[in-house]
């Protein structure tokens, strides 16, 4: 079966590891972004009432209208600009990625932004993204044959390195840029201006990935149609429905409209639809909770900040980035672990993250625990 496998399976397949998420149960969960807060009773019982009349039998609405208008109004879509559901802004970035991908013109499987990139290669061969960020950009381009051009972000503030992502875009000619606003795992947010000159001077398109809006006050959605390259994908992930798997792109329809080519017939399911549609009517509930990660953020940031040792990195996300003392990122992980306390390691991860940890901003008591834990 191994040769057969290896005859098979594309090389930069078999050297991947399926994606891991560590076992949670029984842990303080702080690793994945997640909303830490439940709905009120009542509305449960509201949302239930609506499922009873769901047809489980019956295919989806294909493209998910009744969610779509919803979701215009809850979110402030400008009216003139398309809008396509994915399941996850993951499955988005899998379409964008499917839409411009040239498979066979790939020239390694990890590209550097160094000197040697070929420049023979065609637009949709190449993403270009910033790091340390989301790894799904680079990973997903790999499943679809396109190569990642990598940028790394300023050392001591991850800001934009504007000059070398320039000469990065003017050499590698990538099909697709990603800017996280703000940005995962260093929850900073990046200059507009400095997006702005990466936009103008972007060959294909730029996806300014605002998975972490409900934290931040600054978006590019109102930009859009300024540039006929600008796209804006939102997910409904860590505004506390993660559990339903839901992104949504927007943009001129022209591009959408050919993105939506490469969509699964149903992908947004009918419990998804149902209930996403109900859950955006009540965004009041979810505003409230977003609020108060807020200001918990503020309350951790300053806790953080009084541990000598510690150093946590300004946040406009739903966690905060914390560099440990030289070589402890492991012990310290394995120390709260051991206490009931799960966040993500992400020393070793990037060059630019050594010593590092990522904390999900959780309940004030999980907070408080997560403090005690790091004090003992
Ligand atoms: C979490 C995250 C996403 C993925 O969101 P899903 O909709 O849950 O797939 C996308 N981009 C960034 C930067 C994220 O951190």
Known sequence: MKELIDRLVRPEIRALNAYHVPEAAGLIKLDAMENPYVW???LKTEWLDTLRDVALNRYPDP???ALQETLREAMDIPSDMGLLLGNGSDELIQMLALTVAQPGHSTSTSLRAGPGVSPAAPLGARILSLDPGFVMYRMIGLFAGMDYVSVPLQADDFSIDLPATLDAIARTQPALIYLAYPNNPTGN??????MVRIIEAAPG???VDEAYSPFTDSSFMGLLGDWPNLLVMRTVSKMGLAGLRLG???GPPAWLNEIDKVRLPYNINVLTQASATFALKHKAVLDEQTHAIRV???HLF???TRIETLHPYPSEANFILVRVPDGQANNLFAHLKARGILIKNLHGAHPLLQDCLRI???LPKENAALIDALNA
């Not at 947010?189 to 400095?194: G, I, K, V």
């Open 40 to 42: 009120p009773e009542s």
């Open 63 to 65: 493209t998910g209208r």
């Open 189 to 194: 947010r990046f200059d507009a201006d400095d």
């Open 205 to 207: 398109l730029v996806i």
């Open 248 to 250: 949504y792109l927007v």
């Open 296 to 298: 918990e953020r503020a």
């Open 302 to 304: 300053e806790s953080l």
């Open 360 to 362: 999900t901003v959780g």
